[in-house]
């Protein structure tokens, strides 16, 4: 498992697999089967698969624990950045195709409607994020201040659930996945950030004592 | 025999060891399982083709009526594969699907409330009680989108002439069909069943108010509403309920689905109004189907000649 893990075929494949989405919508457009609204299909595809990536992203950290598999942390990039590249997606058809850049629509619609508001905001997180994946980066900030900086992926998953949840009108059941995926995942990392702190605890309170 | 006897489950096999020591764990497989199945749902979605055929049939003696727009009519299949109707799910794409097996048959209407002659009108009936017209209208989504549909049926007045509403009727209530059994996907849709809607009664009265049993030539496909539904054109779509089985002409001012899960996104009235916008977007503009870029709302979509009057002195904004 572990070898197969550590394997570069295995990379290539997942990669591969991090582009069936967009491939399908392709293939969709190609068949001129994108429904009867194109650019609300197109712009929900993207969205769905932004937070479905942020998620699996978010995933990994959990894993690797769980399982005792570091070597799972080999992609946590690659679909980090996957996600952002769905962002890119989402954002660009909303920019694009469905405000054609009318930039008064855009800032009204930024300013005032707080689905999109949040969601935008989601977006900007994931910017510095994607910016700084380079080991270069890691080196440059320092590991401590590069993770620091990097849990801002929670702040911008969270948001894009919200940005999601706003977004429907009566449907809540979908939304509402996304958000109990994300609970479990943060909570997770709030429990093994107290257990580990615990087990620190009483070495700290050993410090030597003047006699 | 090649079969072998399971061997006896001891109690440990139940529940996973490991799982039942960690509730971390459990929580985590909950997590995981849960992003599969959804990265899976979508995957399935995303793959899988989306053109299903409806078998209607053909209405015969449709004479043209008043009122039709000369904008090209909205393709077919659009109409068709685009729905909200939420008793069939909540993807525009469900209802399609879902509600293919719909049974429309036997269906009846009961006219009924404040009127002189309550009754049950079946399908057969209401096809004779008046001429079939085609009207084109506009249809003006509240979620912004548009679309052009030919419809086939005759103003909803009719029923009032036959019902004779008395001096007490000032409104008009809907009901459509629910049935749990035909609508597995309601339980998801975050809204109450039946499904409601009303009119006041001039409203329901004026002549563009539409009973719609087909579209195209012919009987309405179910997730368009089939086989009976009401349409009114100067209003947000979802005022045009769908497979009614109940008009209820009544003194008080009847609810309304969409109205009473968020009074301040839907109201009663309902009018199309570019002016007036949905509390999370805008109502400026609207993407017909078929075209690229947006393009202006029409106050009342474009019936203020025949709708106006009806709300003179009325405060838009308020009353929205």
């Keep these: ?211 | 025999m090649l079969l072998r006897k399971t061997p006896d489950l001891t109690y440990a096999d139940v529940t996973p060891r490991a799982v039942y020591l960690n509730r971390r764990k459990f929580l985590k497989a909950m997590g995981l399982a849960g992003a599969a199945a959804a990265a899976g749902e979508g995957l399935w979605k995303l793959g899988s083709p989306s053109q299903i055929v409806h078998a209607t049939t053909k209405l015969t003696g449709v004479v043209k009526g008043p009122y039709c727009t000369d904008e090209k009519p909205t393709p077919y299949n659009d109409i068709t594969h685009y729905n909200n109707f939420y008793e069939f799910g909540t993807d525009k794409a469900d209802p399609a699907k879902n509600a293919q097996n719909f049974r429309t048959s036997p269906w009846t209407v009961s006219v009924e409330g404040e009127v002189k002659n309550p009754r049950k009108y079946s399908m057969d009936e209401i096809l004779k009680l008046a001429p079939l017209e085609e009207r084109i209208y506009r249809h003006r989504c509240v979620e912004a989108w548009s679309i052009v549909v030919p419809w086939v049926g005759f103003p909803l007045n009719v029923f009032a002439k036959l019902a004779q509403p008395t001096a007490k009727a000032q409104w008009v209530a809907f009901e459509s069909y629910f049935d749990r059994q035909q609508m597995p996907e309601a339980a998801y849709a975050g809204i109450d069943f039946p499904y409601v809607e009303g009119l006041r009664l001039d409203e329901a009265l004026h002549p563009l108010t539409l009973v719609s049993v087909g579209m195209y030539g012919e009987t309405l496909p179910p997730q368009d509403g089939a086989p009976i539904r009401i349409t009114v054109p100067w209003k947000y779509g979802f005022k045009s309920i769908k497979s009614i089985i109940k008009i209820r002409f009544q003194s008080s001012q009847p609810p309304s689905t969409w109205n009473r899960l968020a009074p301040n996104e839907y109201g009663f009235y309902s009018n199309v109004n570019p002016n007036v916008d949905h509390p999370r977007w805008s109502q400026a503009k609207e993407r017909r189907l078929g075209e690229f870029l947006k393009r202006n709302t029409l106050l009342f979509n474009g019936y203020g000649d025949q709708v106006a009057s009806l709300y003179n002195g009325m405060d838009l904004k308020k009353n929205f």
Excluded at chain 1, 96 to 120: A, N, P, Q
Aim: hydrophobic content about 55%; charged content about 15%; overall charge positive.
């Design chain 1, 1 to 211: 498992m572990r070898k197969l893990l550590s394997s570069k075929w295995l990379k290539v494949l997942v990669f591969l697999l991090c582009l069936v989405p967009v491939g399908l919508v392709g293939w969709r457009a190609l068949h001129g089967d994108l429904t009867a609204n194109p650019i609300e299909f197109i712009t929900h595809a993207t969205g769905d698969w932004t937070l479905r990536f942020l998620l699996i992203t978010l995933a990994i950290t959990p894993l690797r624990m769980l399982l005792r598999l570091p070597e799972l942390t080999r992609f946590r990039r690659m679909l980090g950045l996957f996600a952002f590249f769905y962002a890119c997606l989402h954002f660009s058809t909303w920019l694009v195709l469905d405000k054609f850049f009318d930039m008064s629509e855009i800032w009204k619609d930024v300013l005032k409607r707080r689905f999109i508001t949040v969601g935008f905001a989601a977006f900007l997180l994931l910017i510095p994020l994607a910016l700084t994946s380079t080991a270069g980066w890691i080196r440059r900030l320092g590991g401590k201040r590069w993770q620091a900086l990097h849990r801002l992926i929670y702040l911008s998953a969270a948001l894009g659930v919200i940005h999601y949840y706003w977004l429907v009108k009566s449907a809540v059941i979908r939304p509402l996945t996304y958000a109990a995926i994300l609970a479990v995942l943060l909570l997770y990392r709030l429990i093994a950030w107290l257990a580990n702190r615990r087990r620190r605890a009483p070495i700290a309170q050993h410090v030597p004592q003047p006699l």
